[in-house]
């Protein structure tokens, strides 16, 4: 038996039990965590993909649930009237909320989701038309055709079947394009908007989508909750159930679909029993079960901060292994490629760059031009602005001043994204993968701007033969880089020699007429080094252009065919291995001028470099 066969006999059964004999209870209680599952699902992708904390997913259920009351008892429309309106206003409101708090970042978003949570209830609780405090009655049933879901036996189908689409649409967009975007985002696992941006993807745009998809799917829920009730008020929708989603989300595992109706399950289920049995313990009535959800909660952040869900998948694991990541085709066709340009063609031309933080000037003018099949390399001491410039020149950091030409097309000003479409792909520094995703699926990142599916399409499962396409390229890279037996490693399990490759495969992938390699030696062993230099040569070999900083000195004179060397944001000169090597400028610049035999040692010595004891080129040299 596969997963798959579980999941079928489950739903099979969801389906199945309100046929059987069961008490009307039961139908109640699988109803709500329907309900509750669908906005849970909206919290999994926003908070536990996407890492943007929402207390308000209540408020866009109130939307929902509003907008058919009005125009179903006030107007007289049917209820699938009613859910487009609510769906539309849901979506516009979300639009303009989103444009608005997401981008704030810290506690600012969590707390800017209360405040329109709030702002929601009164305003639902003080209008007239709405039925202030006391809501609308006398909703009808949902007609499908002539069949009326009138009883909540009835409807019970409509929720699940809604519950488990949402599931298999999230399910299938976190196995995507865009999914593997919105994945990388996530700065509480190691995400951020850097990469993605790097990679092409716009990341204000998912975001965007993010939550839209959660208020839609809180929206829907709504409106299923106010045809089972048949009557809507405020109190559904205030900040209480806002907090306690966000509760079931925690509770079950919040980056998790299953965690999403675990969760829902768990809460709704521990409420009606506490309420029952908390008052017995501590006479009379009260909301108990709120004191005892608040020392839960504590103890599942402390104890399985990912949620019950994921433990329970463990045990699972023993028992029905996970399905490898699937397979690649070897015959899928390539993706489109770029045209490459001529050998010797001007391809990257920076002008008199400059960047200053507040008073400090990190890159003074820095020129340069690098053209197709070059590999240059940018040396130069801690802090001369190496990185700084690699930033400036990938469109990561918005330059002070300059320009930069990419194959003879003006990209200073513009985003990453931008520039990453026009050609130029790079590596990080600090080695930017996302841990909890496979190898195969963070080199697949590196093909976003060559492929084309959007969001929807994914949800609908109408890109399987595109990743088919972005699976076998990022499978090729792999290869290329000799990583393809480690395909269906999670990436966070790899060292930090084989995760370097994975980013120069990540970067491959993207077809780039220029590549940029920050560092990429940086804390590797003899070994991995070797295997880097044997990669790089290869992509020499290739005529791949390069543009690299590194400080391993051995491995930089033995691959480049120029260097460019900066000292304190300045450009001191550049030529080639040899010439850098009997420059004695470079020899001052590294070891400082009490130890310059030539004229510079009159000089003032520059402050910040201490004299480092160490040949000028330590071969085997390597920084973290
Ligand atoms: N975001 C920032 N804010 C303020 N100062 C910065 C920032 N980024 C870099 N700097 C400063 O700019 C200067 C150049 O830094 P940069 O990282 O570009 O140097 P580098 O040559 O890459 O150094 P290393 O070899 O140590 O990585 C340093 O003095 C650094 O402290």
């Known amino acids: 038996m596969t997963r798959s066969h579980l999941a079928a006999i489950a739903a099979a059964v969801v389906f199945a039990l309100p046929f059987a004999p069961v008490p009307d209870f039961w139908i109640t209680q699988l109803n709500y965590i329907g309900l509750f599952s669908l906005v849970v699902l909206g919290l999994v992708l926003l908070t536990g993909v996407g890492g943007l904390t929402s207390f308000g997913q209540a408020a866009f259920a109130g939307v929902g649930a509003y907008a058919t009351a009005y125009l179903t008892v006030v107007l007289g429309l049917s209820p699938w009237l009613g859910l487009l309106a609510g769906l539309a206003i849901t979506g516009v409101l979300a639009l303009l909320i989103g444009v608005l708090t997401l981008r704030m970042s810290g506690h600012y978003l969590p707390l800017a989701t209360i405040c329109w949570c709030l702002a929601l209830y009164y305003l639902v609780g003080n209008l007239e038309p709405l039925g202030k405090y006391d809501g609308l009655l006398g909703l009808p049933a949902v007609q499908l055709g002539e069949f009326s879901l009138q009883s909540e036996r009835r409807l019970y189908g409509l929720i699940w079947a809604v519950a488990l689409l949402a599931a298999l649409g999230i399910t299938r967009l976190l196995d995507s394009r865009p999914g593997r975007v919105m994945r990388a985002l996530n700065a509480h696992r190691g995400g951020g908007v850097t990469m993605p941006e790097a990679m092409g993807a716009s990341t204000f745009r998912y975001k965007l989508v993010m939550f839209v998809i959660a208020a839609l799917l809180a929206s829907v829920s709504g409106w299923l909750y106010a045809h089972m009730q048949r009557s809507v008020n405020p109190s559904p929708f205030g900040i209480k159930f806002g907090i306690e989603y966000l509760f079931m989300a925690v509770l079950g595992g919040i980056g998790t679909v299953g965690g999403a109706f675990t969760g829902a399950a768990l809460v709704k289920l521990a409420e009606d029993q506490l309420k029952v049995w908390l008052p017995l313990l501590f006479g009379g009535s009260g909301n108990y079960e709120i004191i005892v959800f608040g020392v839960v909660l504590v103890l599942v952040l402390r104890f399985a901060p990912d949620g019950l869900w994921p433990l329970f998948a463990r045990v699972l694991a023993r028992w029905l292994p996970a399905r490898a990541d699937r397979a690649v085709e070897e015959g ?32 003074d003018d820095i020129s340069f031009s690098l053209s197709a099949g070059d590999i240059v390399g940018l040396i130069g001491p801690n802090g001369a602005g ?24 003006r990209v200073d000003g513009r985003p990453s994204r931008d520039i990453a479409r026009a050609g130029l792909s790079r590596t990080f520094q600090h080695v930017k993968l996302v841990p909890d995703m496979t190898v195969l699926e963070n080199v697949a990142l590196g093909c976003y701007g060559r492929t084309r599916c959007g969001t929807l399409a994914a949800m609908l499962g109408l890109d399987r033969a595109e990743e088919r396409q972005a699976r076998a390229e990022a499978m090729r890279q792999l290869k290329r880089v000799g990583l393809g037996e480690q395909a269906q490693a999670l990436a966070g399990n790899l060292a930090l020699g084989p995760q370097r490759l994975v980013e120069i495969a990540r970067a491959l992938a993207s077809d780039p007429a220029l590549l940029l390699l920050d560092e990429p030696a940086a804390g590797l062993r003899h070994q991995e080094k070797v295997a880097l230099a044997d990669v790089l040569r290869q992509l020499k070999a290739e005529g791949l252009s390069l543009l690299l900083v590194e400080h391993d000195m051995d491995f930089v004179m033995k691959l480049t065919d120029r260097i460019v060397v900066m000292e304190f944001g300045r450009w001191l000169m550049e030529g080639t291995p040899a010439e850098v090597q009997a420059s004695p400028a470079v020899r001052a610049a590294y ?17 910040g470099i201490p004299p480092v004891d160490r040949p000028m080129y330590p071969s085997g040299e390597a920084r973290t």
């Open 332 to 363: 899928a066709p390539p993706l489109p490629s770029r045209r490459r340009p001529e050998r010797g063609a001007p391809l990257l031309r920076v002008r008199k760059i400059r960047k200053t933080f507040g008073g400090l000037v990190a890159v």
């Open 591 to 607: 070891l400082g001028a009490d130890d310059l035999p030539d004229e510079r040692a009159a000089g003032p010595k520059p402050a």
């Open 386 to 409: 190496k990185s700084t410039t690699f930033n400036l020149v990938s469109g990561v950091l918005p330059l002070s001043g300059g320009e930069v030409e990419l194959a003879q097309q």
